[in-house]
Nanobody
Framework: QVQLAESGGGLVQPGGSLRLSCVASGSIFVIYSMGWYRQAPGKQRELVASITSGGTINYGDSVKDRFTLSRDSAKNTVYLQMNSLKAADTAVYYC???????????WGQGTQVTVSS
């Protein structure tokens, strides 16, 4: 089992920045991916950014050049730096941890990000 603890959501004005953090604990696997998805009201959950254990990072098309995902492997933590935030970025952001071998998928409880003036 893997537990995910998220932090860093909140209310920010358009053009502002936020940083999300997600700490993984429990049975950390060797080959995995970890990152963030988001879900806005009435929409499907979509990829924001993820990183594999090998260091490959993928971004959703709508956040490229604005969001940056980083990792502290020693702390089993990923960080999502979100800049130039737009109203369209408003959503619940979920941390995700995926065991690539078994395909076991774990989710955090979600953190609300609201971009509004």
């Amino acid at each position: 089992q893997v537990q995910l603890a998220e932090s860093g959501g909140g209310l920010v004005q358009p053009g502002g920045s936020l940083r999300l953090s997600c700490v993984a604990s429990g049975s950390i696997f060797v080959i995995y991916s970890m990152g963030w998805y988001r879900q806005a009201p009435g929409k499907q959950r979509e990829l924001v950014a993820s990183i594999t254990s090998g260091g490959t990072i993928n971004y959703g098309d709508s956040v490229k050049d604005r969001f940056t995902l980083s990792r502290d492997s020693a702390k089993n933590t990923v960080y999502l730096q979100m800049n130039s935030l737009k109203a369209a970025d408003t959503a619940v952001y979920y941390c995700n941890y995926n065991d690539i071998i078994s395909q076991n998928n774990y989710w955090g409880q979600g953190t609300q990000v609201t971009v509004s003036s």
